[in-house]
T-cell receptor, first 116, second 112 residues
Framework: SQTIHQWPATLVQPVGSPLSLECTVE??????LYWYRQAAGRGLQLLFY??????ISSEVPQNLSASRPQDRQFILSSKKLLLSDSGFYLC???????????????FGNGTRLTVT | GENVEQHPSTLSVQEGDSAVIKCTYS??????FPWYKQELGKGPQLIID?????GEKKDQRIAVTLNKTAKHFSLHITETQPEDSAVYFC???????????FGTGTRLKVLA
């Protein structure tokens, strides 16, 4: 069966420090990978999307970047964190197989980032 | 642009009662509608989904109905239990896109 791992679970970082959040998926090949952010009590904001190694689509211009160095690894980064980067970051995957209907997204358990 | 409206934002029910959450989508090409349950401090978990070729789908105490003409779909939870308390999100998506348009969430509280 497929599993998705995110780490760390929680992170407290000072303003101006770098960030690296990692996500890996097991049990599937060529997944589509996503990064979402969820502000406290709010909905899900899509940040980045990837269909393959080195292929990243950005949804919202901001202080963050994403990379996909391996098929099942997705990394969210920042060179200098802002207070507004605080939030709950979720990685998700879906099958890369194209069918008549989209397949479900499967989320990890997220990273709670607090920028102080 | 595409939009999914979700109501209500909060819902309190007595244990054993039913709960209904409704979503309306704007993109008439949407053909896949998943529902997610998010418990505190965790990621959203898929609980049920429906494709546009059916009008209703059930899984034990959970059911989803879809009205393509009106462009709305609903989550029905029967015989609610305290462990059903969570935030529920609906979403809509269409074939060939990477986007899933999420509703703003419903906080369900089941009172014992």
């Amino acid at each position: 069966s497929q599993t998705i791992h995110q780490w760390p679970a929680t992170l407290v970082q000072p303003v101006g420090s770098p960030l690296s959040l990692e996500c890996t998926v097991e049990g599937t090949s060529n997944p589509n990978l996503y990064w979402y952010r969820q502000a406290a009590g709010r909905g899900l904001q899509l940040l980045f999307y990837s269909v393959g190694i080195g292929q990243i689509s950005s949804e919202v211009p901001q202080n963050l970047s994403a990379s996909r160095p391996q098929d099942r690894q997705f990394i969210l980064s920042s060179k200098k964190l802002l207070l507004s980067d605080s939030g709950f970051y979720l990685c998700a995957w879906r099958t890369g197989t194209v069918t008549s209907y989209n397949s479900p997204l499967h989320f990890g358990n997220g990273t709670r980032l607090t920028v102080t | 642009g595409e939009n999914v409206e979700q109501h209500p934002s909060t819902l309190s029910v007595q244990e054993g009662d039913s709960a209904v959450i409704k979503c309306t989508y704007s993109d008439s090409a949407s053909n896949y509608f998943p529902w997610y349950k998010q418990e505190l401090g965790k990621g959203p978990q898929l609980i049920i989904d429906i494709r546009s070729n059916v009008g209703e789908k059930k899984d034990q105490r959970i059911a989803v109905t879809l009205n393509k003409t009106a462009k709305h779909f609903s989550l029905h939870i029967t015989e609610t239990q305290p462990e059903d308390s969570a935030v529920y999100f609906c979403a809509a998506s269409r074939r060939g896109t990477y986007k899933y348009i999420f509703g703003t969430g419903t906080r369900l509280k089941v009172l014992a």
